[in-house]
């Protein structure tokens, strides 16, 4: 097979004849013969990927898409990043497994870990390496803070998502993912969450004075207000799978507030803003808050080697000795190929690409706002939704652009907002190509350049 070409060289997205085509479908018979039904991305981008460079895919029948899903976020330096390449296949020939041993590329992983942080946390926090899964995190925080408070009850927002495992999905807002599974973890409480598109106490943005963290601030404070006082309060900073929903920072911030008023550990889940997606290396940062635990996982060691971990105020590391194991959270190539992602993020300004970038997709997007169908357009840094006022024609948007070589996710209430999530390091010039193709699928009149 001829290789994709390299960053150097980035070619423009190329698309012959229908998807799937012969070879791909090929493939995805086979996924449909042997593999478990519960697969979901093979069902909306029919492809099947042969190889990767940068910010492209190439398919079994030679098509070329540009990548704006990065293995759901996880390729924060796109696919193959030579250094980050590198970096793990050396870490491979000296050791891959070491459980939860000390050993030097853990401590490398580690002190870059923490030297990320803002100043003013770096001495106080603690990591725990966690399973290979963000929701393997998430149960981690869950144990440690109902541990240390000796609590049991939690607090969780609408919309939000925090994974898949038993604990994860009760946090998480969809209710069509938990209806099949009876008996789920119960002391969870959902509060409104500030998406002013949809305003959760039904007021106009105009009128708003962040009324929906009002209900939180009455309810914890409220001795009939049916709540004891809860583990921990989780919190996202904007909603990936919920639709790329910024939270507010007036809401953010009375929520902190509020659970250090009343000693309730505040977890911010990074499991996707994080690793600088949202252009500051944890998206708690734009917020001016400094949360109790984060939760990270997915872009930590930048190319989609797993590895999952909590950082945590020392003042909660009450748990016991093997509370909270895991035979996989020793991922030594993941923990080697993520100090080199740091290095580079570092090196290269890679966070101020971010932000340029960012600024670029809210400019280019900006034409959207005006156009039929398109109710609301949103993001920070490299993270931006389009919200569509149907389900149809999101689905529409994401196969026409698959059929033009671009690769996006739907994401928020009924799927009605296309996501974008390119590698961190993405050129103007695939932000461009990107955004032609999706001006074109969202609105027909709009030309291809």
Not at 16 to 38: I, K, M, T
Not at 74 to 99: K, M, R, T
Not at 173 to 181: A, R, T, Y
Not at 390 to 413: C, K, M, N, T, W
Request: glycine share 10%; with cysteine.
């Amino acid at each position: 097979m001829n290789p994709v070409p390299t960053r150097t060289a980035e070619p423009v997205p190329r698309v012959v004849g229908d998807l799937p085509g012969p070879r791909s479908a090929d493939f995805l018979a086979h996924q449909q013969r042997w593999e478990s039904n519960a697969r979901a991305y093979p069902r909306h981008l029919p492809i099947a990927i042969a190889e990767a460079n940068g910010s492209f895919v190439r398919d079994m029948d030679g098509n070329v898409f540009i990548d704006f899903l990065s293995g759901a976020g996880v390729l924060s330096l796109g696919h193959n990043h030579p250094e980050v390449v590198a970096a793990a296949v050396h870490q491979f020939s000296v050791l891959s497994h070491a459980l939860d041993f000390p050993t030097p590329a853990k401590r490398e992983f580690t002190d870059a870990q923490l030297s990320m942080l803002p100043p003013g946390m770096r001495d106080r926090m603690k990591i725990h390496f966690c399973g290979p899964t963000g929701a393997n995190a998430v149960d981690a925080a869950l144990k440690l803070c109902k541990t240390a408070t000796g609590r049991g009850d939690v607090v969780a927002f609408q919309g939000g998502f925090h994974g898949s495992s038993h604990a994860a999905m009760a946090l998480s807002g969809l209710v069509s993912q938990k209806q099949p599974i009876a008996n789920g973890m119960p002391g969870v409480h959902f509060f409104p969450y500030s998406y002013c598109v949809r305003c959760p106490v039904g007021l106009s943005a105009d009128s708003c004075q962040t009324n929906c963290v009002g209900l939180l601030e009455r309810s914890l404070q409220d001795v009939n207000g049916g709540i004891p006082r809860p583990a921990a309060v989780v919190l996202e900073m904007v909603q990936g799978e919920g639709g790329v929903i910024p939270a507010r920072v007036d809401f953010v911030r009375r929520v902190r507030e509020l659970t250090a008023r009343l000693d309730i550990p505040l977890v911010v889940d990074e499991v996707q803003t994080g690793c600088g997606r949202t252009g500051t290396w944890f998206a708690f940062e734009q917020y001016g808050i400094e949360p109790d635990v984060i939760v990270a996982s997915k872009a930590l060691s930048g190319m989609g080697l797993p590895v999952a971990l909590i950082i945590y105020d020392k003042r909660l590391d009450t748990w016991a000795p093997g509370a909270h194991s895991g035979t996989f959270r020793g991922n030594q190539a993941a923990f080697a190929a993520g100090t080199a992602t740091i290095r580079i993020v570092q090196r290269d300004d890679v966070l101020g690409n971010v932000r340029r970038r960012g600024e670029q997709l809210a400019d280019r997007l900006s034409v959207l706002r005006a156009r039929p169908g398109v109710r609301e357009v949103r993001g920070r840094g490299l993270m931006w939704g389009v919200e569509l006022t149907s389900a149809d024609h999101a689905h529409a948007v994401q196969a026409d652009a698959l059929r033009h070589g671009l690769i996006v996710e739907l994401g928020g209430r009924d799927d009605c907002v296309v996501r974008l999530m390119p590698p961190l390091n993405v050129t103007a010039e695939v932000i461009d190509q990107a955004c032609a193709i999706l001006l074109a699928a969202v609105d027909p009149d709009v030309t291809r350049q």
